[in-house]
T-cell receptor, first 114, second 110 residues
């Protein structure tokens, strides 16, 4: 297991299109997080899964955003009807339940909406 | 709402000089984490502090957690080019998420 994997690394899309990102966490980590990061800022929380259950969603996550983790392993984040304001780095992280809570991040998916 | 502020936003140093970043929370934190993000990279966990007044060292890096558990600092002694990047502090918000500072970017002057 080489860590948290995210795909794709980069995505350029036209405004109004739908996009989907994938995250494969460290296999023994049952906690999975999605964060969004814009230039010059720290990551902003989007959503959290414990196994397959989505336990928390940020108010930042409009109804255009949806995330799933169907079998408690990989997760997908879909953005419908993309807007230019959605341009950001989308980071996935995982952690061990019962651990000290430190995250292992993937390399992120950089979304550019044109 | 809960906020985490980090200063300075940038720090330019000559190689070999020291670097310090400060983190202040609007609320008492149960713990604080520090991460480093290299240019073009993703955040990498450095350390977690839990106890009031805790001081931890990792080689040239010294991390402190304030007595009131509302502030923290990271000090790097004798910076090297490998230290370049943005340093973030983050604390728990609610049960499941971290709230992050905006980071301090360490820039080594040529």
């Amino acid at each position: 297991d080489t860590g948290v994997s995210q795909d794709p690394r980069h995505k350029i899309t036209k405004r109004g299109q739908n996009v989907t990102f994938r995250c494969d966490p460290i296999s023994e980590h049952n906690r999975l997080y999605w964060y969004r990061q814009t230039l010059g800022q720290g990551p902003e929380f989007l959503t959290y899964f414990q196994n397959e259950a989505q336990l928390e969603k940020s108010r930042l996550l409009s109804d255009r955003f949806s995330a799933e983790r169907p079998k408690g392993s990989f997760s997908t984040l879909e953005i419908q009807r993309t807007e230019q304001g959605d341009s950001a780095m989308y980071l996935c992280a995982s952690s061990l339940e019962g651990g000290l809570g430190s995250y292992t991040f993937g390399s992120g998916t950089r979304l550019t909406v044109v | 709402g809960q906020q985490v502020m980090q200063i300075p936003q940038y720090q330019h140093v000559q190689e070999g000089e020291d670097f310090t970043t400060y983190c202040n929370s609007s609320t008492t934190l149960s713990n604080i984490q520090w991460y480093k993000q290299r240019p073009g990279g993703h955040p990498v966990f450095l350390i977690q502090l839990v106890k009031s007044g805790e001081v931890k060292k990792q080689k040239r890096l010294t991390f402190q957690f304030g007595e009131a558990k509302k502030n923290s600092s990271l000090h790097i002694t004798a910076t090297q080019t490998t230290d370049v990047g943005t340093y973030f502090c983050a604390g728990p918000r609610g049960n499941y998420q971290l709230i992050w500072g905006a980071g301090t970017k360490l820039i080594i002057k040529p």
